[in-house]
């Protein structure tokens, strides 16, 4: 791989984790049309982007296969198909909900704690082993959730919420029998025929403000924002080391909260001590994860000396 592949995935990581982090801005501006309108056409354009993409690449017939196999064959994979589909689909509408209802700092305080939770669900699920730095970042993520509910009097419902559907959706991810593309294709397939006789049967609310033409436009680049996005960020995991991917992702929830901010939500005193100790179990996690992957570098380095003498 070349220092131009990677400089390229790079972009392309700081492309994808910005964009979901400036979401609120877009989410914000079609907010009228309401969120399960929004849900059903970011469940319908997005389908036609990822299919279209597929058949272009010549990998449409697998996507098939694998959705019929799923579907006739093989009872358990429909059921996590069916089950990572309603997640994703409920994380999609919780965060429209978060946005058009003005709590975005809930949505940036989910992505924030979004990672420690998979680590959880893995040692509660997967048996993985936890790490100290682990459990601490764990600890101090739940210190911050604690000090919302009991000092500052709000149960961060949303942001939990947003939080395990993706994490559980990242959880089920783990026993698809397939690629990431191709899982994305059938969990969107599954949703495609409720969302599409949603759109054409349900009468949604135009977008006031704007003419027919940019209204339109405004609703069909839901597809592509989200679709594209996701492309990129496939890229970047493809060139770029883990631990690159793992410390640029906090651009989205940092995005989102400088969009709450700027939008005019309020950080009261309990907030700002929850996101206090959300950053203190971040910078945990971070420092455990990229001291992690040294040592993986270095055990590494160690056995292909030996090999060579």
Known sequence: MTDQDRRFGFFCAIAAYVGWGLFPIYFNAIAPLGDAAILAHRIVWTTVLITTLLLANKKLKKLFVFFRDALLHDSKQLMVLLASALLIGANWILFVH???????????????INPLLSIFLGMLFLKEHLRPRQKLAILFAAIGVTILIVVGGEFPWLALSLAGTFGLYGLLRKFTKSGALLALGSE?????????????????????GYGPALSTLMIFLIGPLTGGLLLLFGKATKTLPLSTVGILQYLTPTGHFLCALAYGEKCSGAKLASFIFVWIAVAVYCSDFLRSKKDAIEIHETVEELNSQ
């Open 98 to 112: 978060a946005v058009a209802t003005g709590n975005i700092m809930q949505s940036s305080l989910a992505y924030f």
């Open 188 to 208: 969107l397939w599954l949703l495609f025929p409720f969302a599409l006789t949603a759109i054409f049967f349900y009468p949604w609310p135009a977008l006031e």
